[in-house]
């Protein structure tokens, strides 16, 4: 079994615990907030998930650190439960877990995520136009546009939906042209 796949199972029993505790007590929008606040946080700072990482740095003091860093950022419940996963050494996970939540809480609001790739951002007119589009092929009520730009495409763009591919791109394009030329 790869690590990834073993992350994924230890990460989605918290992920659920999570979902159910913002279910329960009806904080499921302040849960979201508090997580994508994490998650901004994580993502802007490398030298605070090498920190949270390091399996050298005491558990004393990452405990102290997030106590420091978060107590007034996120509800109680959730300060709890990161000092519970640095306590069990499961803090690395976090962003495996925060992505598993969020997985759920789309699911049971019946969200389709959509990843995109695109050489460069899309106006907010271009997002509209493409969430619109997926809604109609998807049959879903709401569509979430997750960006990526990747400098390494050249034009159009790559879309994924569950497990459908869509690629516009250029290389796309030249890799099926190769593709149908090979085989003639």
Do not use: C, H, W
Not at 9 to 21: G, H, N, S
Not at 78 to 97: A, M, P, T
């Amino acid at each position: 079994m790869s690590s990834q796949n073993a992350n994924d199972k230890i990460a989605l029993p918290y992920a659920e615990a999570l979902l159910e505790y913002a279910i329960k007590n009806k904080i499921i929008n302040d849960m979201n907030s508090n997580l994508s606040a994490i998650q901004s946080l994580l993502s802007e700072s490398m030298d605070f998930q090498e920190f949270l990482n390091n399996p050298l740095t005491a558990v004393k003091t990452k405990k102290k650190i997030i106590t420091q860093l978060l107590s007034n950022q996120v509800n109680s419940f959730l300060l709890n439960f990161l000092l519970v996963l640095v306590d069990r050494r499961r803090i690395s996970l976090i962003n495996i877990i925060i992505d598993k939540y969020f997985k759920l809480a789309y699911k049971l609001d019946s969200i389709t995520i959509a990843n995109i790739s695109t050489p460069v951002a899309l106006t907010e007119a271009q997002q509209e136009a493409l969430i619109n589009k997926l809604k109609t092929m998807t049959n879903s009520q709401t569509v979430k546009l997750e960006m990526n730009i990747d400098t390494s495409l050249l034009g159009g763009f790559i879309i994924q939906v569950g497990s459908k591919v869509i690629d516009t791109s250029l290389s796309g394009k030249l890799k099926n042209m190769a593709f149908y030329l090979s085989n003639r």
